[in-house]
């Protein structure tokens, strides 16, 4: 499809509900990514199953949300991004990336720093960084589960990472 707008808007309909688990997954579609319809910065999925790929940006903004009756006061909610990072990554040597959720539009975020600078292990097989973090609802005014993966500070050129999709579940 083609657009005028730059940002890749989320698609809802590509969030399934796992009931039984209690488990939201984000299909890279269903993200907010800052500069995904230009291909020059993204590829994004082209199948069901795709991943999303960064190319080089030097403004990393990938955010979603969740407005879910199931989003409760005393619940603790762990927020998963699978990634990987491509053989040919760039840019991630001392470069923080950040994870951060709230809960409702006037909640207070809680981050976490994420390294991906070393994706490799002494025999050079790909390592899959984590990408986690726990939440918990402390109000239930506005039940809506904010949560984003950045790196907006440095204005470094990065590159050669793969969203294939995230979880948000219940635990």
Not at 4 to 26: C, G, M, R
Not at 30 to 51: E, Q
Not at 144 to 162: D, H, M, N, P, S
């Amino acid at each position: 499809m083609s657009t005028n707008k730059p940002h890749h808007e989320a698609i809802s309909k590509d969030v399934e509900k796992k009931q039984e688990t209690l488990t939201w997954v984000f299909k890279p579609t269903a993200l907010n990514i800052v500069w995904g319809n230009d291909p020059r910065y993204w590829r994004m999925p082209t199948g069901k199953d795709s991943a999303a790929e960064l190319l080089q940006v030097c403004w990393l903004e990938v955010t979603a949300s969740i407005n879910d009756q199931e989003i409760v006061k005393g619940r603790t909610y762990e927020i998963r991004f699978h990634v990987e990072m491509k053989e040919e990554a760039f840019g991630w040597n001392g470069c923080p990336v950040f994870m951060m959720a709230k809960i409702g539009k006037n909640g207070k975020y809680k981050w976490k720093r994420i390294n991906l600078s070393n994706n490799y292990d002494n025999s050079f097989k790909k390592k899959y960084p984590e990408i986690a973090m726990d939440i918990q609802v402390v109000d239930d005014r506005d039940r809506t589960l904010y949560f984003g993966l950045y790196e907006v500070w440095t204005g470094r050129w990065k590159g050669g990472l793969a969203i294939n999709k995230v979880e948000v579940r219940a635990i």
